[in-house]
C-alpha cells in the first residue's frame, strides 16, 4: 500500500532524525504525551535539530492542532524501539508537565480524529487496544489480523511514564470512539469471548476491552463462562426448563430470584416481593434493550426460557 499523510496537518517542519523508507507497512498507532503543553509549531523546533536525536511523525497541540515532522512513509526515532517504529505511526500529543500528564479537550478529539485517520488510509477498519504489554505484543506476533491497527505504549520499550496515565486511563474510551468512527467490522460474540480466553484478558482490563469492542461486559462474561463450562451449561439447560416465564401481575420464587438478580446488575431498584409489578416489567424491559444489541432478544417484558438461560449462564 502507498504511503499517504494526514489531510488533518496544518503545520509541517520535516525532521532530519529519522531512518528513512520503513521496513515493515503500518500496524500499530504508538501515542506519547510531550511533558508540555505547546504547539506543533513548538515541537517542530523540538525534532529539526540533529543535535536532539529524536522526533515523531504526529504533533498534536494543547489547541487541537496537528503537525508532522516525519512522513508516514518513514521511521521516526520515537519510542526507544526500532522495530516499533519501523510500523508504527507515532504521535506526540501536547501534556501537563506533571502526573497524570493530562491532555486538553481540543487535543484529546484531535487524536481521535487523527487515529480513525491513520486507520482508514492505512487499510485498516479496527483499532485495537491490549492493556497488558505482553499479551498485546504476542498478539501482534501471532493473532493480529490484517484489518486491524494495534496501539503501543512506549513504556513496553523502556523505563518511562509515557504515554502517562491519563492517556493510559483513557485509551478504552478514545479506541471506542475512533472505532465508533471507523464502524469497521465488529467480532461476533462468540469471538470476542475465545479472544478474552486466548490471550488472558482479564479483571478491568477484560471490562475495558468488552466495552471498547462495542459489547456489555455481562455479555461476554457470559458467553466465556459457556465456553468454559459445558457441564455447567448442561445443568443450567435442566434448569431453564422448569422455571416458569415472568411478566406483569405473576407472583413466585423465581420472581423474587429475578428481582434480586436485576437489583444486583443495577436495574431495578423496587422491592424484593415476589410479585412482577410495573417496576420489575420496566427493570426486565431494560435488560432485555442490552440483550438486544448482543443477542437480537425481543424486548417484550416477559422473562421466559431464553431469558431465564442468559440470566443463569452470566
Ligand atoms: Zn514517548
Known amino acids: 500500500m502507498a504511503y499517504t499523510n494526514s489531510p488533518l496537518v496544518s503545520y509541517t517542519l520535516l525532521s532530519p532524525n529519522n531512518s528513512g523508507t520503513r521496513t515493515h507497512a503500518i500496524d500499530r498507532i504508538t501515542p506519547h504525551c510531550v511533558v508540555g503543553q505547546c504547539t506543533v509549531q513548538a515541537l517542530g523546533q523540538v525534532f529539526y535539530p540533529t543535535s536532539r536525536q529524536a522526533s515523531s511523525n504526529y504533533g498534536i497541540g494543547y489547541d487541537g492542532k496537528v503537525g508532522m515532522y516525519v512522513p508516514e512513509s518513514k521511521r521516526s526515532w520515537c519510542s526507544s524501539s526500532g522495530a516499533n517504529d519501523q510500523r508504527a505511526i507515532t504521535i506526540e500529543i501536547a ?138 451449561a448442561l445443568a443450567i439447560d435442566d434448569l431453564v426448563k422448569v422455571m416458569p416465564p415472568v411478566k406483569l401481575n405473576t407472583t413466585s420464587d423465581s420472581v423474587y430470584y ?36 448482543v443477542y437480537g432478544m425481543a424486548v417484550d417484558g416477559v422473562f421466559g426460557a431464553a431469558c431465564w438461560s442468559k440470566l443463569l449462564r452470566s
Not at 486511563?169 to 469497521?184: C, Y
Not at 461476533?188 to 469471548?193: K, P
Open 258 to 293: 429475578l428481582q434480586m438478580e436485576l437489583k444486583r446488575m443495577g436495574y431495578y431498584n423496587g422491592a424484593l416481593d415476589g410479585v412482577c409489578g410495573e417496576q420489575t416489567e420496566k427493570a426486565i424491559k431494560a435488560l432485555q434493550t442490552n440483550w438486544k444489541k
Open 95 to 232: 501534556s501537563d508537565t506533571t502526573a497524570p500528564y493530562a491532555i486538553k479537550t481540543a487535543a484529546y478529539n484531535t487524536a481521535v480524529n487523527l487515529m480513525a485517520d491513520i486507520c482508514k488510509r492505512n487499510g485498516k477498519t479496527k483499532l485495537v487496544y491490549i492493556a497488558n504489554a505482553t499479551t498485546a505484543l504476542n498478539y501482534s506476533d501471532n493473532g493480529q489480523k490484517s484489518n486491524e491497527m494495534l496501539i503501543t505504549l512506549h513504556k513496553w520499550f523502556a523505563s518511562t511514564i509515557c504515554p502517562g496515565q491519563y492517556i493510559i486511563d483513557h485509551l478504552p474510551d478514545m479506541v471506542a470512539r475512533v472505532n465508533a468512527i471507523l464502524g469497521g467490522s465488529k467480532r461476533t460474540l462468540r469471538e470476542e469471548a475465545q479472544y478474552m480466553i486466548d490471550y488472558g484478558v482479564n479483571g478491568q482490563a477484560r471490562k475495558n476491552q468488552a466495552v471498547a469492542d462495542g459489547f456489555t461486559y455481562e455479555a461476554v462474561q457470559a458467553e466465556i463462562d459457556l465456553i468454559l463450562g459445558k457441564d455447567k
